[in-house]
């Protein structure tokens, strides 16, 4: 069966951080919610459902697992383990997320997101002595190699202070 990351009235989405919430919806095992309120006793941390550099961690969980009518499944849903994870690629999602026995393989080639990583950080920033420039497609390019400092503040080169003017002086 299929699991629908987006429907009209529910869907997942991720914040400026990269954690999950939200709820999918499948016809075979009902709401599935990466809320961290729903992801709490998970089997191993990081519980809290996440994408960090275009890697998935952490847990989905059908809310009908761990009901008297699951069979004793607890409803957690891996989105990463030993071998597997589901993965990020510009909009692009690939890879598997294992919900045990009564989900098996949950694949998400057929899914995409809008999520960047690096959405918060475009623009100009300093790597060492050298302003970079980091776009809306998260391309870095080098815009200038600093002589004297890259001020972190505006990522762009400063010049040297002017010397000081002693009167009298030589």
């Excluded at 004793?72 to 997320?97: C, K, V």
């Excluded at 809306?136 to 000081?164: F, I, K, R």
């Amino acid at each position: 069966g299929w699991v629908s990351f987006d429907g009209a009235t529910y869907g997942l989405s991720v914040d400026d951080d990269g954690i999950i919430t939200g709820y999918a919806w499948s016809d075979n095992l009902g709401w599935v919610s990466a809320n961290a309120s729903d992801l709490s006793g998970c089997p191993a941390s990081p519980c809290t459902a996440s994408i960090t550099d275009g890697t998935f961690s952490g847990w989905l969980r059908a809310l009908s697992g761990g009901s008297a009518q699951s069979g004793g499944w607890d409803g957690f849903i891996s989105l990463s383990g030993s071998g597997y994870g589901a993965i990020q690629s510009g909009s692009s999602l690939s890879g598997s997320a294992w919900g045990d026995v009564n989900v098996g393989w949950l694949d998400f080639a057929y899914a995409s997101t809008s999520y960047q990583a690096c959405a918060l950080t475009q623009g100009y920033f300093c790597d060492g002595s050298t302003s970079k420039h980091r776009d809306s497609q998260c391309a870095v390019t080098v815009n200038e190699s600093c002589s004297y400092l890259c001020s972190p503040d505006v990522g762009l080169c400063v010049p040297p202070p002017a010397p000081a003017y002693v009167p009298g002086g030589t």
